[in-house]
């Protein structure tokens, strides 16, 4: 899909010299079994000399109010299933597009259709949300319509239960950046936002900005997202200090001595 900017590996690997040499070294025994000791070898060399580093975007989180960078080696890189992927803008819509078009890309078939069809098919029903979920609005997302395909959300996107339209969604995050995209392929249209400020529980401006794109594609009612994310920032920042402040008046048990 000529995706030339999207990467499965550490991003420590991608952004610098030293990291890539240390990379080629972690997998060096793999290759060798595979392909032998010179090819290895030869391939390590040439792999040095024609890397060129990229820009890596630094990843975010907060505390509280305080915003502060991250390293971008984190938790997640510990179990390599967990590394995630890694990408530009640019490709990020790439990806959305093969979405959108059923599974291809620039005439080229990346996933059969009737792979598609599962992937977009719902499996498993999600009928435990709850009317004030933060995510999926109930402005937005009439409860009841969800479910779950393989690696997809499939639901209906409406106005207060009005003028339902099917989409396609997911979000991604972790190490201190998130994703979020929407395909809606009966109106041939889709959004994908990402930010460099991780997790759920710091920000849903990437989900918040596809449902303003949704809006005013659809004619939807207004709602001023920018305010309801603030709102539920306010919310959580108020449920966190109730929690510490009952943690803090419950009594230490003494120790029988």
């Given at each position: 899909?000529?995706?030339?900017?999207?990467?499965?590996?550490?991003?420590?690997?991608?952004?610098?010299?030293l990291g890539h040499i240390n990379y080629l070294i972690s997998r060096f025994e793999y290759d060798t079994n595979k392909n032998g000791v010179l090819p290895t070898i030869w391939n390590f060399i040439?792999?040095?000399?024609?890397?060129?580093?990229?820009?890596?975007?630094?990843?975010?989180?907060?505390?509280?109010?305080?915003?502060?960078?991250?390293?971008?080696?984190?938790?997640?890189?510990?179990?390599?299933?967990?590394?995630?992927?890694?990408?530009?803008?640019?490709?990020?819509?790439?990806?959305?597009?093969?979405?959108?078009?059923?599974?291809?890309?620039?005439?080229?078939?990346?996933?059969?259709?009737?792979?598609?069809?599962?992937?977009?098919?719902?499996?498993?029903?999600?009928n435990n949300i709850k009317d004030d979920d933060f995510t999926f609005r109930i402005e937005r997302i009439p409860r009841g319509s969800m479910g779950y395909g393989l690696g997809t959300f499939i639901?209906?996107?409406?106005?207060?239960?009005?003028?339902?339209?099917?989409?396609?969604?997911?979000?991604?995050?972790?190490?201190?950046?998130?994703?979020?995209?929407?395909?809606?392929?009966?109106?041939?249209?889709?959004?994908?936002?990402?930010?460099?400020?991780?997790?759920?529980?710091?920000?849903?401006?990437?989900?918040?900005?596809?449902?303003?794109?949704?809006?005013?594609?659809?004619?939807?009612?207004?709602?001023?997202?920018?305010?309801?994310?603030?709102?539920?920032?306010?919310?959580?920042?108020?449920?966190?200090?109730?929690?510490?402040?009952?943690?803090?008046?419950?009594?230490?048990?003494?120790?029988?001595?």
């Open positions: 899909m000529d995706m030339h900017n999207s990467s499965a590996i550490r991003l420590d690997y991608e952004s610098s010299r040439k792999s040095v000399f024609t890397f060129k580093s990229k820009e890596i975007t630094i990843s975010h989180s907060r505390y509280r109010d305080i915003i502060y960078p991250m390293e971008q080696i984190g938790y997640c890189h510990i179990f390599p299933a967990t590394a995630g992927i890694a990408f530009s803008y640019e490709d990020f819509a790439k990806w959305i597009q093969m979405i959108l078009n059923g599974g291809v890309s620039n005439g080229k078939i990346i996933v059969k259709p009737e792979t598609f069809k599962k992937i977009t098919s719902i499996i498993t029903e999600i639901t209906k996107y409406s106005d207060n239960g009005k003028n339902e339209r099917p989409i396609i969604f997911h979000m991604g995050g972790t190490y201190g950046a998130a994703s979020f995209f929407v395909v809606a392929p009966e109106d041939n249209i889709a959004v994908g936002v990402i930010v460099n400020l991780g997790g759920v529980s710091h920000t849903l401006f990437a989900e918040y900005m596809c449902n303003n794109f949704l809006d005013l594609c659809f004619d939807f009612s207004k709602i001023d997202w920018i305010q309801e994310e603030l709102k539920r920032k306010l919310y959580i920042e108020n449920k966190q200090q109730e929690f510490i402040q009952n943690i803090s008046q419950i009594p230490t048990p003494m120790n029988n001595i």
